[in-house]
């Protein structure tokens, strides 16, 4: 397996050389932490593992396991993986030139030669994004005598056991901007490193080599092209990250300063201790709009919420459709109730099949007539209904974006279609490939991808796509999440909803149960959450703000999850639920 090197090796070399003289990745797993005042606290994710070099009369079996030990486990320059090689073979080595995720077993299978068998369950691209991967893994060491010890002679690229990923890999997330106005993450993995200057470094290089491949196209950035650190490290002193870019920023607007000072600023506070950014130019503090005056120290925490990848709603409350008319829910710890919306979607002279709440909880959009009409409705006295769309079938539930859109996919014309609504009710439809068998879809909170639930011969498949805005809207390169990796293989998908900005909330059902799982974006990590239960449940509902779930049966009832477990929810006789956005 051949990987381009490009953002990957930066990366790795920045790593290598920031981390030199920090040693071995070291977090306490047991016992209390202390942190000492001005200090920044240690990485949180990280264990102290002492990788062993080869002994002495170590057979090829012992050789080959310690090898794969070694590089599941970061090292700078992974200088104990070396040791396995041939002198040769460690000269040309290069293990940042591709990163594989693999499950497998060793096996001698001759004098010198031993074979790694399982599978490749996942790949970190160049731009250090994960690719969940499902392929099958034979690969043949062939070892030779050195010195009279045996070494390797054929190493692959960098190779990690599934078990350390997931342990010693930390996910961040770059921030982009979305549709001039919001930021968008774009996930990728480092080692999991102790010392947090050296991944607000790294974070800084990878982010000023831009976006991923995939989203690229859907994302602009707010740094000039060749932007680049002027000094090759950032320093964080008393919580307060400083960032010392080149003058190729000094000619930014004063809009486009608050949006470079919002990328950074949520970038570098997952980094542990960072309250505050601090951008210099030439060793002079920066200029943004709202920063400190006298400092420019930007607060990480003081950044527009208009600009989170999670838009701010306007109220929790859900909203459900019982008999034909949309309610609105009053949470109650005892019994919640519901009670007829405003305006003329809470009575029932169309009856309403499925609803979507704007962001600013103000509008209406609900599917009537046996999935057949969309249309639209403020939530105000005496407000009239709008027709968007008439003459379709098979219309699923509508979903408003963070940008008052409505988005919304059915059938006219013998095929599968999607369609967009302006603020001001202006229609596109968006052509694309992608629209194969969907029966479900959700917009992310940050509004450049679309989760999709596509039907296929063998129950349903999960996926993503990019949207692009322009004049006429697109939605393009599907990418399927490969959920065969999970414990509980989900097969038959139900529906699909964002728990936060990159984690995908599932329904499965099956024989008359139903399972939730959560998945991670790019399928790197997906888990069960709480047990099968027996809903039969067709319909999910979820608050990227408050990560708060319901589910719909299909005999009406409803289940919300209180973060324990399962609760009964509204009374039977609930078709459709939805919450703001």
């Known amino acids: 397996m051949r990987w381009a090197r490009g953002r990957l090796a930066i990366i790795l070399t920045l790593l290598a050389s920031v981390l030199w003289t920090a040693g071995c990745v070291n977090v306490p797993t047991s ?125 692959p690229g960098l190779w990690v056991a599934e078990v350390s990923f997931k342990f010693f890999y930390q996910p961040y997330d ?43 196209p859907a994302v602009t950035t707010s740094i000039p092209p060749n932007t680049s650190l002027s000094v090759d490290s950032v320093t964080i002193t008393d919580g307060i990250a400083e960032v010392q870019l080149g003058d190729s920023i000094l000619n930014l607007s004063d809009a486009q300063r608050s949006l470079l000072a919002a990328q950074i600023a949520f970038t570098l506070k997952q980094v542990g201790g960072v309250k505050g950014v601090v951008i210099k130019v030439n060793q002079q503090p920066y200029r943004v709009p709202g920063a400190d005056p006298s400092s420019q120290v930007i607060l990480v925490d003081a950044i ?95 979903q408003f974006s963070r940008y008052g859109e409505i988005w919304e996919v059915g059938k006219q014309g013998g095929r599968q279609r999607l369609w967009m609504f302006t603020p001001e009710n202006t229609k596109h439809e968006i052509t694309s490939p992608v629209l194969q068998n969907v ?12 989760a999709l639930v596509r039907r296929t011969a063998n129950g349903s498949e999960l996926g993503l796509v990019r949207i692009i805005r322009s004049n006429q809207p697109t939605v393009e390169a599907w990418r399927v999440l490969d959920t065969s990796q999970s414990g509980t293989p989900i097969r038959n998908i139900a529906d699909v909803a964002w728990l936060d900005a990159t984690n995908l909330l599932v329904l499965s059902r099956s024989e008359g149960s ?20 027996t809903w039969d449940a067709d319909e999910l509902a979820v608050s990227p703000q408050t990560q708060s779930a319901i589910v719909v049966g299909s005999k009406g009832g409803t289940w919300k999850d209180d973060g324990n477990q399962w609760q009964p929810f509204l009374d039977h006789a609930v078709s459709s639920i939805a919450y703001p956005g």
């Not at 979305?178 to 470094?201: E, K, Q, T, W």
């Not at 974070?203 to 491949?213: E, F, I, T, V, W």
């Not at 139903?514 to 239960?533: N, P, W």
């Open 304 to 398: 527009s919420r208009d600009l989170a990848p999670i838009p701010s709603v306007a109220g929790e409350q859900a909203y459900a459709v019982k008999k034909g008319a949309v309610e609105q829910v009053t949470p109650s710890t005892d019994s919640p109730t519901s009670n007829p919306v405003p305006g003329p979607l809470g009575r029932t002279t169309d009856p309403v099949d499925a609803v979507a709440v704007s962001v600013t909880n103000t509008d209406l959009a609900v599917t009537t007539n046996g999935r057949t009409t969309l249309r639209r409705a403020p939530m105000t006295p005496g407000g009239s209904t709008t027709s968007l769309l008439n003459g379709a079938t098979e219309l699923l539930r509508p």
């Open 174 to 216: 770059l921030y982009f901007v979305g549709n001039g106005r919001s930021m968008v993450p774009d996930p990728i993995y480092l080692p999991a490193l102790s010392n947090p200057a050296n991944v607000a470094s790294a974070l800084m290089k990878a982010l000023l080599n831009g976006p991923s491949l995939w989203l690229k």
């Open 514 to 533: 139903s399972t939730l799982f959560r998945v991670a974006h790019d399928a790197s990590h997906i888990s069960q959450k709480g047990e099968a239960q």
């Open 439 to 450: 029966t479900a879809f959700k917009i992310s909170p940050d509004g450049t991808r679309m």
């Open 31 to 155: 016992g209390p932490i202390e942190v000492v005042e001005g200090q920044q606290p240690p990485c949180q994710n990280c264990v102290n593992v002492e990788v062993a070099p080869p002994a002495p009369g170590d057979t090829p079996r012992q050789i080959v396991e310690g090898y794969l030990r070694a590089t599941s486990n970061y090292q700078p320059n992974y200088s104990v993986a070396r040791q396995f090689l041939t002198r040769m073979a460690a000269e040309k080595w290069s293990p940042e030139g591709s990163v594989s995720i693999y499950r497998g077993t060793v096996k001698p299978t001759g004098e010198k030669t031993v074979k790694l068998e399982g599978t490749v369950v996942g790949s970190l691209e160049k731009d250090r994004s994960y690719v969940a991967r499902n392929q099958i893994l034979r690969y043949g060491f062939v070892l030779a005598k050195e010195n009279g010890q045996w070494r390797i002679e054929n190493p």
